[in-house]
């Protein structure tokens, strides 16, 4: 059974362009959340998708949106890039719900914003 | 608001057992979890925890006491491959929303 995929792994940016990251989850999972980590702040919530619905919204200004597409498959933009915005993207997945399994997470994508 | 603490970094000895502590204040609770994150991977599931007890799997145990907003992670006769981060983690609100503390690093020493 594949696991969570995300690309790019890596990917370089300049200030002020706008970045779209890439998520399929888990055959047969309908929930996919995004989180943005960094160093300093940990884990911190983006956003959830479940059946191509936004479910919950983390406390991020609007440049950071996302969607999910009738096979689970996500995708996050971000516009407007700021030197701030540099960090590891991680999606995850679940099957509806994380109760009793927890998520499961992709490797990441590592964005650089110079 | 939604609060989640546990110690930045810990060191303990191989073969020894450690205690990594995490206290809670958020408005709803649907459960605990614990994720072990080794440099440069994903977060891996550990434990979930919902009711009040000691949950154990394997060499790893996980406790929760809903009353007072605490659960701790016990890790047992330590190996070198222990040595991550592990992130504490709520489960909230009606739509089940995981929010994440910000990790604890446990560095083992030989």
């Known amino acids: 059974k594949a696991g969570v995929t995300q690309t790019p792994r890596y990917l370089i940016k300049t200030r002020g362009q706008q970045v779209t990251l890439s998520c399929s989850p888990i055959?047969?999972?309908?929930?996919v959340s995004w989180y943005q980590q960094t160093p300093g702040q940990g884990l911190q919530f983006l956003f959830e998708?479940?059946?191509?619905?936004?479910?919950n919204k983390g406390n991020f200004p609007g440049r950071f949106s996302g969607r999910q597409f009738s096979n689970s498959r996500s995708e996050m933009n971000v516009s407007t890039l700021e030197l701030g915005d540099s960090a590891l993207y991680l999606c995850?997945?679940?099957?509806?719900?994380?109760?009793?399994?927890?998520?499961?997470f992709g490797s990441g994508t590592r964005l650089t914003v110079v | 608001g939604q609060n989640i603490d546990q110690p930045t970094e810990m060191t303990a000895t191989e073969g020894a057992i450690v205690q990594i502590n995490c206290t809670y204040q958020?408005?709803?609770?649907?459960?605990l979890f614990w994720y072990q994150q080794h440099a440069g991977e994903a977060p891996t599931f550990l434990s979930y925890?919902?009711?009040?007890g000691l949950e154990e799997k394997g060499r790893f145990s996980s406790f929760l006491s809903r009353s007072k907003g605490y659960s701790y992670l016990l890790l047992k006769e330590l190996q070198m491959k222990d040595s991550a981060s592990y992130l504490c983690a709520v489960m909230t609100g009606r739509d089940d929303k995981i929010i994440f503390g910000k990790g604890t690093r446990l560095h083992i020493l030989p």
């Open positions: 055959s047969g999972h309908r929930s």
């Open positions: 995850a997945s679940s099957p509806g719900t994380a109760r009793n399994y927890g998520y499961t």
């Open positions: 958020t408005s709803g609770f649907n459960g």
């Open positions: 925890n919902v009711l009040d």
């Open positions: 998708y479940f059946s191509e619905t936004q479910r």
